[in-house]
């Protein structure tokens, strides 16, 4: 996940009642003598088991069970975001990146990201992985190609059944997908209902919430964020910015292109017909009755004009010696990274 030399150290979370099966996985993973796996911890502290992390996989969060939608779990759920996000604030590394895995997942990152103000809200990503595999593994089987063979299938909006998986820009081998299909009604009547129902179907086959898929899906997030992605497009739930006119301040899913150094850029300009348009704003709107539903649980208004783009000019500004535009750039982050900044300041 992190590259084939990086060695790796868990620390897992666990609830009191959860800690004596946690000490079978830990017996588990001790016997699978995982060459790059240095060390393994468990703890019921929130603290304790966010302390220096880089990255942060939150999946603890009360499953869905059959009938229910990701509403459902919102008010169950989010208090347990709010103080990881206060743990995450206090005692995980400045730089960390926390991906959050547990329903409803984008509103949960809103949360965890509102109850951490020294942390950048791009900081937490809301994961729409799984929803993009479960999208590149149909269209592979609609056209009879392996999936290595399908890219830039596009997830928007929610982790549920609002989402709107986007065969728009897909290509199957270097061709347009939609070309390659060319069956528009299979599109529209087949493909999106199936994936945006697609964890709905698993939780009615198993009796429980997808596992392996979404731990897979998971571990593909952070290796494209940590070791880059070229030119391939991953969906990321994200704190929107107000990019193709989506409200600012939502987590909502988008293509991104991941360079390799924990920073994910959005793609630009992709053109949005009236069907998508139609679709990405139904999600939306899904993501802004959640946000009204957990308003108690957001101390920080995020409104998402802040982006890694900042970092950018104060690294110009830094190198250029303007230490007037340093001040006025530094003015306008969290107060963790105005404190590195004083530090390099004084240091340098
Ligand atoms: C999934 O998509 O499989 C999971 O998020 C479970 C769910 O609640 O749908």
Redesign the pocket.
């Known amino acids: 996940m992190l590259g084939k030399d990086q060695l790796v150290e868990l620390q897992l979370i666990e609830t009191e009642a959860g800690m004596k099966p946690l000490q079978g996985v830990m017996m588990e993973l001790e016997d699978g003598a995982y060459p790059l796996l240095s060390k393994v911890t468990a703890t019921t502290d929130l603290n304790e088991g966010f302390g220096d992390c880089n990255y942060a996989m939150l999946i603890g969060a009360k ?2 069970g059959p009938g229910m939608e ?1 509403k459902d779990l919102l008010s169950a759920n989010a208090q347990i975001f709010a103080d990881q996000g206060k743990a995450l604030n206090d005692s995980a590394a400045v730089n960390a990146k926390v991906l959050v895995i547990g ?1 409803p ?1 984008n509103t949960n990152a809103l949360v965890a990201s509102a109850n951490a103000p020294d942390m950048w809200p791009e900081q937490f990503i809301a994961m729409t992985r ?2 993009q595999s479960r999208a590149q593994a149909l269209l592979a089987e609609k056209v009879g190609v392996p999936v290595k063979d399908v890219d830039r299938v596009v997830i928007w909006g929610n ?1 549920s059944a609002t989402q709107y998986p986007d065969l728009s820009y897909a290509r199957v081998n270097g061709k347009w997908a939609k070309d390659v299909i060319n069956d528009e009604k299979w599109i529209r009547e087949d493909f999106i209902p199936r994936v945006q129902k ?3 179907e ?2 009615g086959a198993r009796g429980a ?2 596992a392996a ?2 731990a897979s899906a998971g571990i593909d997030t952070i290796r494209d964020l940590h070791l880059g992605t070229t030119d391939q497009w991953q969906s990321n739930g994200i704190v929107s910015d107000g990019t193709y006119g989506i409200r600012q301040g939502l987590w909502y899913s988008v293509p991104t292109v991941c360079n390799g150094d924990s920073h994910y850029r959005r793609v630009l300009n992709l053109p949005i017909d009236e069907f998508s348009a139609e679709k990405m704003n139904l999600t939306e709107k899904e993501l802004l009755e959640e946000r009204d539903g957990v308003r108690h649980l957001l101390p920080k208004e995020t409104n998402g004009t802040v982006t890694w783009n900042v970092l950018a000019s104060l690294k110009d500004a830094w190198e250029a010696g303007d230490m007037s535009s340093v001040d006025k750039i530094a003015s306008t982050m969290p107060p963790g990274f105005q404190k590195s900044v004083e530090a390099a300041k004084a240091a340098s």
């Open positions: 499953p869905r990701r329903n997942a799984l929803d982790h697609r964890g709905a698993i939780i919430s997808s898929s979404a």
